[in-house]
């Protein structure tokens, strides 16, 4: 029997809720009947160059995300070690509550681009109100807390120097934090409309600009005095502001892009008929990336409790470790994209055959991105620091720092792949259990009682993947493709092609999302099918 089908709106996804079991494998009654839905097959190189055509969009952009990061850690290991260590630690503590609000913004992509595919063009400028004012009024408390951040530093970091570098920057980057929430806000929403192009411009020309002024600010310029390691977040803050500046002025004022979904503010945004939909949606999504964030910051206290070269040679590492993440998740997250589509048109074959196309191209490019960390290991950690203890320290931890963002690459593949499927709940699974039941535990018992110090930490990364894997592989393993595809395919809301185009607007624009700070492979959870997740309750537009 045919499954009844309803109009998209904001609250829609491709594919319905499913009760996994209709998706496994099982010797007993099927509740759909297996129909060859496969349609023809594209070339297997044409399906290289349509992952890799999507997979090298979304990697620039992220790598755009990772330079403003990158361009900061490296002032700062220049200045001196206990200025990084003190600015990293700083980081990872601001980013718990801050990941509330950076990663709930995106959830309005949802919501404006339903209304704006439905023809609700007004409706779109109030969900970007919504999203102004509690972005704005959750940054209030936050930037509070920011203030005493030096305050938890000194609960595991016994160095009064380092502790002090944390508190200023703390409560320097607290002048920013609106700034980079509104330019969040603005990006999505014009993302949803399609308009992704003018961010990804603004935000290469912020990269630049970074660079430029923490030159100027940290060692000044035509004779004026540099104002040291402070200059570095006054650089951040400063850039940030001009990026929002830069980009509404473009839009907004130049270009005009917002007038068809525009109207004006208006009480309608923080009516009760707005929030009933508006923080089931979003508050999911920010205690979700609190809790990735509250395990980093956890091992990060471990970290500290071993002195201020480890903390700075973790910030090295995670630097890296976001570099080359940023060029291997695209791939990731444009199989996961072909993946859906062909589910939505019911091809089991051609989902199966996505996904080996996908790996192995991901593959690929990870295996030459390792090697070349690990033949260029000293340059790339010069980069960081030219201090020779770090540099000794970080090479020490080369072989196993390697290994594991070998194991990454293929747990993020997976991770995609399930995504695809609508099976987050086996990704929410792997990830509490091996990032709580096994890495956290192994973060304390192999660095600081065991004495194996920066080792340690990547030796816990590696098996808490491990461990993420083999659950991960238990939920593959019971797929039955055929029936998934079936019942994709009968619960499709929109048309797969427009679909797959939405998906890849709205990654693509979450690339640009500027992250608090870097972080290991382990807590990290794309953020892959997060649209296809949505509350089934119908909602007009």
């Given at each position: 029997?045919?499954?009844?089908?309803?109009?998209?709106?904001?609250?829609?996804?491709?594919?319905?809720?499913?009760?996994?079991?209709?998706?496994?494998?099982?010797?007993?009654?099927?509740?759909?009947?297996?129909?060859?839905?496969?349609?023809?097959?594209?070339?297997?190189?044409?399906?290289?160059?349509?992952?890799?055509?999507?997979?090298?969009?979304?990697?620039?952009?992220?790598?755009?995300?990772?330079?403003?990061?990158?361009?900061?850690?490296?002032?700062?290991?220049?200045?001196?070690?206990?200025?990084?260590?003190?600015?990293?630690?700083?980081?990872?503590?601001?980013?718990?509550?801050?990941?509330?609000?950076?990663?709930?913004?995106?959830?309005?992509?949802?919501?404006?681009?339903?209304?704006?595919?439905?023809?609700?063009?007004?409706?779109?400028?109030?969900?970007?109100?919504?999203?102004?004012?509690?972005?704005?009024?959750?940054?209030?408390?936050?930037?509070?807390?920011?203030?005493?951040?030096?305050?938890?530093?000194?609960?595991?970091?016994?160095?009064?120097?380092?502790?002090?570098?944390?508190?200023?920057?703390?409560?320097?980057?607290?002048?920013?934090?609106?700034?980079?929430?509104?330019?969040?806000?603005?990006?999505?929403?014009?993302?949803?409309?399609?308009?992704?192009?003018?961010?990804?411009?603004?935000?290469?020309?912020?990269?630049?600009?970074?660079?430029?002024?923490?030159?100027?600010?940290?060692?000044?310029?035509?004779?004026?005095?540099?104002?040291?390691?402070?200059?570095?977040?006054?650089?951040?803050?400063?850039?940030?502001?001009?990026?929002?500046?830069?980009?509404?002025?473009?839009?907004?004022?130049?270009?005009?892009?917002?007038?068809?979904?525009?109207?004006?503010?208006?009480?309608?945004?923080?009516?009760?008929?707005?929030?009933?939909?508006?923080?089931?949606?979003?508050?999911?999504?920010?205690?979700?990336?609190?809790?990735?964030?509250?395990?980093?910051?956890?091992?990060?206290?471990?970290?500290?409790?071993?002195?201020?070269?480890?903390?700075?040679?973790?910030?090295?590492?995670?630097?890296?470790?976001?570099?080359?993440?940023?060029?291997?998740?695209?791939?990731?997250?444009?199989?996961?994209?072909?993946?859906?589509?062909?589910?939505?048109?019911?091809?089991?074959?051609?989902?199966?055959?996505?996904?080996?196309?996908g790996s192995a191209t991901a593959g690929t490019i990870g295996i030459v991105m390792v090697l070349g960390v690990y033949f260029a290991n000293d340059a790339l950690f010069r980069l960081w620091s030219p201090d020779p203890t770090i540099l000794a320290l970080c090479n020490s931890a080369l072989d196993v720092f390697c290994l594991c963002m070998s194991v990454a690459f293929c747990r993020f593949m997976m991770t995609a792949c399930l995504h695809a499927l609508s099976m987050s709940n086996v990704n929410l699974i792997a990830a509490n259990m091996a990032t709580w039941g096994v890495y956290i535990p192994l973060c304390y018992v192999l660095p600081v009682s065991?004495?194996?110090?920066?080792?340690?930490?990547?030796?816990?990364?590696?098996?808490?993947?491990?461990?993420?894997?083999?659950?991960?592989?238990?939920?593959?393993?019971?797929?039955?493709?055929?029936?998934?595809?079936?019942?994709?395919?009968?619960?499709?809301?929109?048309?797969?092609?427009?679909?797959?185009?939405?998906?890849?607007?709205?990654?693509?624009?979450?690339?640009?999302?500027?992250?608090?700070?870097?972080?290991?492979?382990?807590?990290?959870?794309?953020?892959?099918?997060?649209?296809?997740?949505?509350?089934?309750?119908?909602?007009?537009?």
């Amino acid at each position: 029997m045919a499954l009844a089908r309803r109009p998209p709106n904001e609250k829609t996804r491709l594919i319905s809720k499913p009760r996994e079991i209709e998706m496994y494998s099982f010797s007993g009654h099927s509740y759909y009947e297996a129909i060859d839905m496969t349609p023809d097959l594209v070339p297997i190189k044409q399906e290289v160059v349509e992952i890799s055509s999507m997979a090298v969009q979304l990697s620039i952009r992220q790598l755009v995300r990772q330079m403003m990061l990158i361009t900061d850690v490296a002032f700062q290991g220049h200045i001196g070690t206990k200025q990084l260590a003190g600015a990293t630690l700083a980081g990872v503590y601001m980013a718990v509550p801050s990941a509330f609000i950076q990663n709930a913004i995106p959830a309005i992509s949802t919501l404006c681009s339903q209304a704006h595919s439905g023809g609700n063009h007004h409706l779109v400028g109030v969900w970007l109100q919504t999203c102004i004012v509690f972005a704005v009024l959750g940054a209030m408390p936050i930037m509070i807390y920011y203030l005493f951040v030096g305050d938890i530093i000194v609960i595991t970091l016994d160095d009064t120097e380092t502790v002090h570098y944390g508190e200023q920057f703390a409560r320097i980057m607290a002048v920013g934090l609106i700034p980079q929430y509104l330019y969040s806000c603005l990006t999505t929403y014009f993302a949803a409309q399609g308009i992704v192009t003018e961010a990804t411009v603004c935000s290469s020309i912020t990269v630049v600009l970074n660079v430029v002024l923490n030159q100027v600010f940290i060692y000044g310029v035509w004779g004026i005095p540099g104002l040291g390691f402070v200059g570095s977040p006054i650089a951040t803050v400063v850039a940030s502001c001009l990026q929002l500046a830069m980009f509404a002025t473009y839009t907004i004022w130049y270009k005009k892009l917002h007038r068809t979904t525009w109207g004006g503010w208006s009480w309608e945004c923080v009516s009760k008929k707005q929030l009933v939909i508006f923080l089931p949606l979003v508050v999911p999504m920010g205690i979700t990336s609190v809790i990735e964030w509250s395990s980093v910051a956890l091992a990060s206290a471990f970290s500290a409790l071993l002195g201020t070269d480890i903390a700075a040679c973790q910030a090295v590492l995670y630097g890296i470790w976001g570099v080359i993440n940023s060029f291997v998740s695209g791939f990731s997250t444009a199989t996961q994209i072909r993946m859906a589509r062909h589910l939505s048109e019911g091809s089991a074959v051609g989902t199966k055959r996505v996904l080996s196309v996908g790996s192995a191209t991901a593959g690929t490019i990870g295996i030459v991105m390792v090697l070349g960390v690990y033949f260029a290991n000293d340059a790339l950690f010069r980069l960081w620091s030219p201090d020779p203890t770090i540099l000794a320290l970080c090479n020490s931890a080369l072989d196993v720092f390697c290994l594991c963002m070998s194991v990454a690459f293929c747990r993020f593949m997976m991770t995609a792949c399930l995504h695809a499927l609508s099976m987050s709940n086996v990704n929410l699974i792997a990830a509490n259990m091996a990032t709580w039941g096994v890495y956290i535990p192994l973060c304390y018992v192999l660095p600081v009682s065991l004495g194996w110090g920066l080792t340690g930490f990547w030796v816990a990364d590696c098996v808490g993947e491990l461990v993420k894997i083999a659950i991960l592989f238990c939920g593959l393993a019971r797929v039955n493709w055929r029936a998934a595809a079936d019942y994709a395919h009968k619960s499709a809301a929109v048309n797969a092609a427009d679909e797959e185009h939405r998906e890849l607007i709205a990654f693509e624009n979450e690339a640009l999302l500027t992250p608090q700070t870097f972080r290991s492979p382990m807590p990290l959870t794309p953020k892959l099918g997060r649209r296809r997740h949505d509350r089934d309750e119908e909602i007009h537009v």
